[in-house]
């Protein structure tokens, strides 16, 4: 089984603005970007990597700031860009508050920076307002105690779920300034699935075989749509604020093609789609993938300057004394498990920078039974706003338990 693993989330506030609106294309658009790159079981979060790249972006100039925005789908505003990933943080930390004993998310940045590096003010003071970002004095020039605090880091942002984002060897005594991301995601279901209703029944794989697995079982009215050649259908999170989505193609045989339809503005349109009964059949999940480098898949999407010796970000470092920087790699990292009570989620993003010189009853219903391989996503509802998107095409049992 192939298995490759892009997380991105992104939450706004309650009442959308043209800020929103800017972030919010922003993540849908690069989710749905990376998806495609991707083989297998898949999750991709927009938020995680937008969070951290959109540091970098505060801090390009010229050809690297124009790819960056072209690639990334961040617009020519700017500042609203800002003030719309500065409200998904301060939208997270409100849904602290919405449900009543519930912590359903938690998202941090930091800046790692070799203490030599002169960083201009002007950007540390705009990553600590809009992203939170508290920069930290790193010495690099012992490596693994340079890994280890980063990944330490990441590991108590996330409850342990991302136990690490910076392989080994990815740093080296060159390394300036490391920009971290961590997300962590734990939300129960609106309504809880009855356990003694998941059974063991075949999923068709991409390859038309089959696979026995659990499947969960539910009835509830919720946003549900029909669409040429696919279903879309929902389940709300406790507090209303955010659902799990589901793109269902027709064919077992259909992903490739419904996934080529899919855009950011119908991924905005499921979080307003009207009520249906529905019945809805889902594997459990948990994808946990190692971390992964990201630099390719951006290349890919036309982010190319900022990686080489034409990048030109001059916004984050004062310029000359052999500081002008490059990016070296962009590492990702994520998590997700879903079952009966709820989904765990998480993701981290670390982008590594040196120097460009260092080189129940029937009633009317309609059926949704994910049985073959799906897409699916992790939605603000006020904003239609995506927090993850993925793909499933062959989910695993829960070892040790048999659901006849």
């Keep these: 089984m192939v298995l490759r693993i892009i997380l991105s989330f992104s939450l706004f506030p309650f009442i959308a603005s043209a800020a929103d609106d800017v972030a919010g294309k922003a993540v849908n658009q690069l989710g749905l970007g990376l998806l495609r790159q991707t083989e297998g079981n898949s999750l991709i979060s927009p938020w995680s990597l937008q969070q951290s790249l959109a540091m970098v972006y505060a801090g390009a100039n010229g050809k690297t700031r124009e790819e960056m925005k072209a ?57 600590r307002n809009s992203y939170g970002a508290e920069p930290r004095i790193q010495d690099f020039s012992n490596l693994t105690a340079a890994t280890k605090t980063i990944n330490d880091w990441v590991s108590a942002q996330t409850e342990k ?49 089959n696979k026995n697995v659990p499947l969960m079982f539910k009835q509830h009215r919720q946003r549900y749509a029909r669409k040429d050649g696919f279903q879309i259908a929902t389940l709300p999170y406790a507090g209303a604020q955010l659902q799990f989505l589901v793109i269902l193609p027709d064919d077992v045989k259909g992903l490739a093609k419904v996934e080529a339809a899919l855009t950011p503005e119908l991924l905005a349109e499921c979080a ?29 999407l036309g982010m190319k300057a900022a990686f080489g010796a034409g990048a030109d970000l001059t916004g984050i470092s004062k310029p000359g004394s052999g500081n002008d920087l490059m ?36 009633i009317p219903h309609v059926v949704v039974r994910c049985d073959h391989p799906f897409i699916f996503a992790i939605q603000h509802i006020p904003t239609g706003a995506c927090l993850f998107i993925g793909r499933m095409t062959e989910p695993a049992p829960v070892a040790g338990e048999d659901h006849q």
Excluded: C
Excluded at 196 to 204: G, K, S
Excluded at 272 to 300: C, D, H, N, Y
């Design 71 to 127: 690639a990334l789908g961040y617009g020519e505003d700017a500042t609203a860009l800002h003030e719309g990933f500065k409200r998904l943080r301060e939208a997270g930390d409100a849904l602290v508050s919405e449900v009543d004993g519930i912590k359903p998310l938690h998202s941090a940045n930091r800046l790692f920076i070799a203490g030599i590096l002169p960083l201009n003010s002007e950007w540390l003071e705009l990553t």
């Design 161 to 209: 779920k991302i136990p690490s984002v910076i392989p080994e060897e990815a740093l080296d005594p060159l390394t300036k300034l490391v920009i971290v991301n961590a997300l962590y995601f734990d939300m129960p279901w609106d309504e809880l699935f009855t356990k003694e209703l998941t059974q063991t029944a075949p999923f068709v794989l991409s390859d038309g075989s």
């Design 272 to 300: 307003k789609m009207p009520t249906a009964e529905v019945r809805l059949t889902l594997p459990r999940m948990k994808i946990e993938p190692p971390s992964i480098a990201m630099k390719g898949a951006l290349q890919k």
């Design 327 to 362: 990016i070296d790699e962009i590492f990702h990292r994520t998590f997700i498990e879903l079952d009966e009570n709820g989904t765990k989620a998480a993701a981290s993003t670390a982008i590594i920078m040196r120097p460009k010189n260092g080189v129940p009853h029937e």
